[in-house]
C-alpha cells in the first residue's frame, strides 16, 4: 500500500517503535552496508565547487566538506571540518581550528593552508555563475600554524559563518586543483567529504562509496549511493515504480505529487516523505516602468492575488500561500502582506487605484521563464492574469521567453513585471532581503531603501546571535510591504518519494534543502 509521511508523522512512528520495545531493523549495522539508488532530474553543472552556485551543491555535500554545515534540525552553522567562532564583538574576525589529523580522499593533508588555497581559488577563478558574489565581506585570509585559519572582514558580517556552511565553499586538494583555473572535466573529485565519487557519467549516472578517511558531523547509514540522473521526471518515477531506484529527489512535479498519494495499484509499495521547503517564488515590480511607477498601482495587484486559489488551483496543495519574503521555517518570518491587505478584495482595490490617481482598466505586462521553474510556471501565470481581470481594473498580457533571454531581458529593464524564484544560499532571514535590494541586486532591477540597506541590514550584521536579530528584519519587511516591490506569492514544499523499505528521507534534506545522502538506508527484515 502506498505510505504518506510528513516529519511529524515521522518522529511518531519512531517513538511508537521504541515503545513497542522492538527495533525497525532486525540487523540495523548489515542493512546501513547496503547500497541505495537514488533517482534525480537535478544534475550538477560542474563538479568544481568554483564554478557553481546552483543545483551542483546536491553533489558537493556528500562528496566535499565545508569548515561549518547545517546538520539536519539546524539552523545556524554547527562544526564540519572546524571549530569556528569570531575573536572580536564587532563580527570582524572570524577564527577556525581544523579537526586533527583531516584528510582529502586522496590521503593527502587537509591543513590550514588547503582552506585558504580552497577560498582564496573561488576569488581568483571568479568564474561567472560562480560563488564569488558570496564572499563580498571578506577582506583577508591568514594562516597560524597547520591548523587555524583567520577570517579578516572588511565589514561586521554575523552572516560569514553561513556562507562558510554552504557548499560554494567546499574545500579542496591544492594538489589536486589549479589555483588560477578551473579543474578539467574529468568526471573526478577529490574531497574530505562522507563519500568518494567512484565514476561518474555526466547527466546519466555517479558512484559514490563510504570515503575511508572521513572525519566530521555526517553519520553514514548505507554502504553507498547510486545516482542515476533522468531527464524528466516521468521517466523518474516510472523507474522508481519499477523498482529501478530505491528514491527520488528533486524533480516531482505537482501533478505526479498528487499522483502518487492515490490509491492506484502502480503505487503498491512506496511511500512519501513532505516537509516544508525554503524555495519561494514572487512578482518583481520595476518601478522605472511606467505602468507600475505608481505604488497605487502595485498595492492594487497585492489587495488582489488570491494564493489560496493559486495554489491550490495551480500546485494542488503542493506549495503554500506566501505572505513574506521571509518564508515559514526561517527567524523573523511574518505575515505581512496578509496583514496589510487580509483578503483579495476587488472594493478595495479599486479604492487604491482612485486615490493614487490611476484610470481603470490598467494595461499590466506579465513575463515568466518558460524552462527554469517547472512546467507549471504558464499555469500559474494564466490565473495570475485572470484574477486581476477579473476584478475588472486590470488588463493583462502575459509572455513567456526561456531562461536565458528572460534573464537578459529582466536585466536590461525590459519587463515591467516578472515572476521569480529564490532558492536560499542560507536559512537566515537576510538571505531573503539583503539580495534584492541596492541599486545593483540579483533580479538586475535597482531597488533602493536606504534605511533596509544602510540601517537595518549594517545593525543585524553586527548581531552574531541570529535569534536577536529579528526586529531589524520585521521592521523591512514592514518597509517592503508598503514599497511593493516585490510580492511574494508561495513557498515550496518537498517532496521525496520513496520505496517503502527506504529509511530517512525525513532527515535527508538540510535546512538549505540539500540533500545528505548519508541519511537514506534500506530497512533490513522485521
Known amino acids: 500500500m502506498f505510505n504518506r509521511t510528513s516529519l511529524q508523522a515521522a518522529a511518531a512512528l519512531a517513538s511508537i517503535s521504541l515503545i513497542a520495545g522492538c527495533g525497525v531493523f532486525s540487523d540495523p549495522e548489515s542493512a546501513g552496508e547496503k547500497r541505495i539508488t537514488i533517482g534525480t532530474t537535478s544534475s550538477p553543472s560542474t563538479l568544481d565547487p568554483a564554478a557553481s552556485w546552483d543545483s551542483s551543491w546536491e553533489m558537493f555535500r556528500n562528496v566535499y566538506q565545508t569548515l561549518l554545515s547545517f546538520p539536519t534540525g539546524t539552523t545556524v552553522p554547527k562544526p564540519d571540518a572546524a571549530e569556528c567562532k569570531f575573536t572580536d564583538k564587532s563580527s570582524r574576525v572570524f577564527e577556525c581550528t581544523l579537526l586533527e589529523g583531516i584528510t582529502f580522499s586522496n590521503g593527502h ?88 565519487l567512484d565514476s561518474y557519467q555526466e547527466r546519466k549516472r555517479a558512484e559514490l562509496t563510504r570515503n575511508p578517511n572521513y572525519k566530521g558531523f555526517a553519520d553514514r547509514k548505507n554502504g553507498g549511493v547510486t545516482i542515476k540522473y533522468f531527464d524528466d521526471s516521468e521517466a523518474m518515477v516510472k523507474a522508481l515504480r519499477n523498482e529501478d531506484i530505491d528514491a527520488t529527489y528533486r524533480g516531482l512535479t505537482a501533478q505526479e505529487v498528487v499522483s502518487l498519494q492515490t490509491d492506484d495499484p502502480e503505487n503498491k509499495g512506496l511511500q512519501l516523505v513532505e516537509s516544508t521547503g525554503s524555495d519561494i517564488r514572487y512578482l518583481v515590480f520595476n518601478s522605472d516602468d511606467p505602468s507600475v511607477a505608481n505604488p497605487a498601482v502595485r498595492r492594487a495587484v497585492a489587495q488582489l492575488v488570491d494564493r489560496d486559489e493559486l495554489v491550490s488551483k495551480v500546485y494542488q496543495g503542493t506549495a503554500e500561500p506566501l505572505y513574506s519574503m521571509v518564508p515559514k521555517g526561517i527567524a523573523a518570518h511574518t505575515t505581512k502582506f496578509f496583514d496589510t491587505y487580509s483578503h483579495p478584495d476587488k472594493k478595495k482595490a479599486a479604492e487604491i487605484l482612485e486615490k493614487g490617481g490611476v484610470s481603470t482598466p490598467v494595461a499590466l505586462s506579465l513575463w515568466y521563464t518558460t524552462d527554469r521553474y517547472g512546467s507549471a510556471t504558464a499555469a500559474e501565470f494564466t490565473e495570475l492574469k485572470r484574477q486581476l481581470e477579473a476584478s475588472g481594473l486590470f488588463k493583462v498580457t502575459v509572455q513567456g521567453k526561456p531562461w536565458t533571454e528572460f534573464q537578459a531581458g529582466y536585466q536590461k529593464g525590459e519587463y515591467p513585471v516578472f515572476g521569480r524564484g529564490w532558492f536560499p544560499d542560507f536559512p537566515d532571514p537576510d538571505n531573503f532581503i539583503a539580495p534584492f535590494l541596492g541599486k545593483k541586486n540579483v533580479l538586475g532591477t535597482p531597488y533602493l531603501s536606504p534605511r533596509i540597506t544602510d540601517q537595518l541590514l549594517p545593525k543585524s550584521r553586527r548581531q552574531s546571535d541570529r535569534g536577536a536579530v529579528s526586529k531589524e528584519f520585521v521592521q523591512a519587511q514592514e518597509i517592503m510591504v508598503q514599497d511593493v516591490r516585490l510580492l511574494p506569492l508561495w513557498q515550496g514544499k518537498l517532496y521525496i518519494a520513496a520505496r517503502e523499505d527506504i529509511g530517512g528521507g525525513e532527515r535527508a534534506l538540510d535546512p538549505q534543502t540539500v540533500m545528505q545522502l548519508w541519511e537514506l538506508h534500506r530497512r533490513a527484515s522485521w
Open 109 to 196: 593533508k587537509l591543513d590550514a593552508k588547503a582552506v585558504q588555497y580552497s577560498i582564496e581559488r573561488i576569488r581568483t577563478i571568479d568564474a561567472e555563475g560562480g560563488p564569488n558574489g558570496m564572499l563580498g565581506s571578506l577582506d583577508t585570509i591568514e594562516t597560524v600554524g597547520d591548523r587555524t585559519v583567520v577570517f579578516k572582514l572588511n565589514k561586521p558580517d554575523a552572516t560569514f559563518p553561513f556562507v562558510l556552511a554552504t557548499p560554494a565553499m567546499s574545500l579542496v586538494d591544492p594538489a589536486e586543483y589549479p589555483a588560477d583555473k578551473l579543474r578539467p572535466k574529468d568526471g573526478k573529485v577529490v574531497g574530505s567529504g562522507p563519500y568518494v
